[in-house]
């Protein structure tokens, strides 16, 4: 199954098919307002300002399957992802992303792009990957998501080109976007 053959929901309860972003370069993100890593918000919104005019968009899922770091209705994180970080890329409804109900959508994006661990030698990756042994070891389990603002770059073919986890930090993502771009 392609990428393109998902439809999903925006933040707004309109039906969107992947099928309009073919021929992008493509970053799906789960993200959640109530996190430590809610700050990638920034980054996320200047990744995208620079390269929206050459192709590239970025898909913001909200996700309250992370300790509930996303409590709001959808309305209430959209306000808050444009008043807090002036957000302009679209946004869908919050949306399940790992376990027996995952959208689709991500089920077919960590079969392609695997989890291979955390950078445990940079402190946020060794301390995520810490509190998940700690607390929800059956997270770090197989391949799906197993945090807020993990990132899947997507070339313009809808081919999953690499996984970002959480503690990657998107301007990180750069050399890779251009590459694709």
């Not at 972003?21 to 990744?47: E, R």
């Not at 390269?51 to 996700?63: M, R």
């Not at 992802?81 to 949306?95: I, R």
Request: aromatic residues 12%; glycine residues 6%.
């Amino acid at each position: 199954m392609s990428i393109y053959s998902y439809e999903l929901e925006s933040i707004k309860g309109e039906q969107i098919s992947m099928e309009q972003y073919k021929g992008k370069v493509l970053i799906v993100v789960n993200t959640a307002s109530k996190c430590g890593f809610t700050p990638q918000y920034t980054d996320l919104q200047k990744l995208y300002d620079q390269y929206k005019d050459q192709g590239l968009e970025i898909l913001g899922f909200p996700s309250n399957q992370f300790g509930e770091q996303e409590p709001g209705a959808n309305s209430d994180v959209q306000s808050f992802c444009q008043l807090n970080y002036g957000v302009s890329f679209p946004l869908f409804a919050k949306t399940d992303v790992r376990d027996e109900t995952a959208h689709p959508l991500f089920k077919h994006l960590t079969e392609a792009a695997p989890f291979n661990g955390f950078e445990v030698s940079d402190p946020s990756g060794k301390m995520l990957n810490a509190f998940l042994q700690e607390k929800l070891p059956h997270y770090l389990e197989g391949n799906s998501v197993k945090w807020n603002f993990t990132k899947f770059l997507i070339d313009r073919e809808g081919n999953v080109v690499k996984r970002f986890e959480s503690t990657d930090e998107p301007l990180d993502m750069k050399a890779d976007i251009e590459q694709l771009l």
